[in-house]
């Protein structure tokens, strides 16, 4: 048998579990896994003392080009991903101009070629004007879905009246994701977000803001029979009503809401914990880990979403919302596998089957015969400080700045291809769309 490459010695995960496998790649594709001593290839990757997991797919990312290149553009966002070890992203709608056309879209697509490091596709967004053209926006090459702000949107991506949000949810077929607040009741508690104070932030967005958002747009989802897809889930409140809809919803939430709390992180970090929804107190927390482990959470996504300091540094609530995470997703999800809060079969499954599963993407998310040689290698003994330092991202800082973890990606492959090695890139740009099932056009 001769391949393009092997990986020899490591710990593979495979469909049939966590045990050592070879694993031979042909054009880009893996061809073969199991015991392949005496093989030849053209290059050899040794993972002995390592594992080779499916590649991470980071499903929530704002990457913010066109229009706010000054905080990240697809290049360096996407390099973020992959010195991480993430594989593939789908990339927000909320840019300058808001990706909510065939336009915006074939735009976005031609920044990306010949310049994002990682696999990637595009949301396209739900306004109350483009309605009528939802079900051909979602059917484009290189687009994952239809993403709906349901509150707290960018110009014009906006969508929380019930009989516009029914009307998106009845055009098309796609699973559609949605940001889900109650703009309603964020407006009329604005008060409550005391200046200088971002501890108030999740009192201002509260509880309730999220729970009646989410519960309306399930209902919404049901009456239109229509998949749904709840991005960051931060409340113990939405766990149940998530949980009665597993038939149409999925759900998502971040390594931020599993890993930091309030009051603590808000008195340590300022303005710097301060995303949409908020970071909430320990109950929150530990109710997401619970949903985490009982198989509510389907998918955990970065939303990475970076501000320079400068803008970080204001007063607040002048302050805007989200912070950095797709080059450590990876390594603090590990960190709470070493910890006993999360296995890594269930690792795998949230960032890598289970977005290929519930987003449909061709060719991605197990190591399996005829998949994409796309791999984030891992070695789970290695411990290492993050570091401001080590962030590719444009706005060059990390919430987790100081923050000791024990597992670490040491190496990128994307079709068979190292792009990161021992926390360096080796390739230049090697990204391209990614295929979904639900549009796959005849070859």
């Known amino acids: 048998m001769h391949f393009d490459l092997l990986i020899r010695g490591g710990t ?40 080779v997991l499916p590649g991470a797919v980071d499903s929530q990312v704002h990457f913010r080009e066109p229009g706010n290149e000054h905080k990240e553009d697809l290049e360096t966002g996407s390099r973020a991903a992959i010195l991480g070890g993430v594989t593939a992203v789908f990339e927000m709608p909320n840019t300058a101009p808001p990706t909510t056309s065939r336009a915006a879209i074939a735009d976005k697509l031609a920044r990306a070629r010949g310049r994002m490091h990682c696999d990637y596709a595009f ?52 699973r559609v994701a949605v940001h889900s607040e109650d703009e309603d009741r964020l407006i009329t508690r604005k008060h409550l977000a005391e200046r200088g104070r971002p501890q108030t932030h999740p009192v201002w967005r509260d509880v309730e803001a999220a729970r009646a958002s989410t519960e309306r747009v399930l209902a919404l989802a049901k009456q239109a029979r229509r998949r749904l897809h709840v991005l960051h889930v931060t409340t ?3 766990i149940p009503l ?47 880990w619970d949903a985490v482990r009982q198989g509510v959470i389907d998918v955990i996504g970065s939303d990475h979403a970076p501000h320079t300091r400068e803008e970080k540094d204001k007063t607040y609530p002048d302050t805007p919302s989200g912070m ?98 021992d926390f360096a890139l080796t390739k230049a740009s090697t990204g391209q769309p990614l295929r979904f099932v639900e549009t796959l056009e005849p070859s």
Not at 15 to 39: E, F, Q
Not at 136 to 163: H, Y
Not at 251 to 262: I, M
Not at 276 to 288: F, G, K, T
């Open 123 to 174: 949301y396209a967004g739900a306004t109350p004007a483009n309605i009528g053209a939802l079900a051909e926006l979602e059917r484009l090459p290189g687009v994952c879905g239809i993403k709906a702000f349901l509150g707290s949107s960018t110009g014009t991506l906006l969508l929380n009246k019930p009989e516009d949000i029914l009307a998106a949810l009845k055009a098309g077929r796609r």
């Open 12 to 51: 593979a995960a495979t469909p049939n579990g966590i045990a050592p496998a070879d694993i031979g790649v042909v054009g880009g594709r893996i061809a073969a896994i199991g015991s392949l001593a005496g093989a030849k290839a053209a290059e050899i990757f040794e993972a002995k003392g390592l594992h």
């Open 236 to 238: 113990a409140e939405e």
């Open 324 to 421: 950095p995470g797709v080059q450590t997703l990876v390594t603090l999800l590990l960190d709470h596998v070493n910890k006993g809060n999360l296995t890594l079969e269930r690792f795998v499954d949230l960032t890598a089957s289970g977005p290929q599963r519930i987003f449909g993407i061709a060719g991605k998310g197990r190591i399996a015969l005829g998949y994409d040689a796309d791999f984030t290698i891992v070695d789970m003994s290695l411990t290492r400080t993050i570091q401001n330092s080590w962030i590719a991202s444009r706005c060059g800082w990390t919430p987790f700045d100081g923050m000791k973890t024990k597992g670490w990606a040491v190496a990128t492959l994307l079709r068979g291809q190292v792009v990161m090695r």
């Open 242 to 288: 998530l949980a009665a809809a597993k038939d149409y919803a999925t759900a998502e939430t971040t390594p931020q809401h599993l890993t930091l709390s309030a009051p603590e992180c808000y008195e340590r970090l300022g303005a710097y914990a301060q995303m949409n929804p908020p970071i909430r107190d320990e109950r929150h927390r530990l109710a997401l």
